[in-house]
């Protein structure tokens, strides 16, 4: 599988985010089979890019609480 351009993909905000901007990350949604993701302060840097099966299963487990905040 070859991994997508992120200079090419649109990217959209975490609902997350508050509107100072830190502690964000960006997702590109719409690819086949894969969720690219950023720092939003950085979005010249580096992507990660995930499987879209393991970046449900994240978002899942972050919306019950698997992941604590502190």
Same mark, same amino acid.
């Given at each position: 599988?070859? +991994?997508? &351009?992120?200079? @090419? !993909? =649109?990217? /959209? /905000?975490?609902?997350?985010?508050?509107?100072? #901007? #830190?502690?964000?990350? $960006? @997702?590109? &949604? #719409? *690819?086949?089979? @894969? !969720?690219? =993701? +950023? &720092?939003?302060? &950085?979005?010249?840097?580096?992507? *990660? !890019?995930?499987?879209? +099966?393991?970046?449900?299963?994240? !978002?899942?487990? =972050?919306? *019950?609480? $698997?992941?604590? $905040?502190?």
């Amino acid at each position: 599988m070859s +991994r997508p &351009d992120p200079s @090419v !993909v =649109v990217w /959209r /905000r975490s609902s997350y985010s508050n509107k100072e #901007g #830190g502690n964000c990350v $960006e @997702v590109a &949604d #719409g *690819l086949h089979g @894969v !969720v690219p =993701v +950023r &720092d939003s302060k &950085d979005p010249q840097g580096p992507a *990660l !890019v995930f499987s879209a +099966r393991g970046w449900a299963s994240f !978002v899942a487990a =972050v919306r *019950l609480g $698997e992941f604590p $905040e502190g």
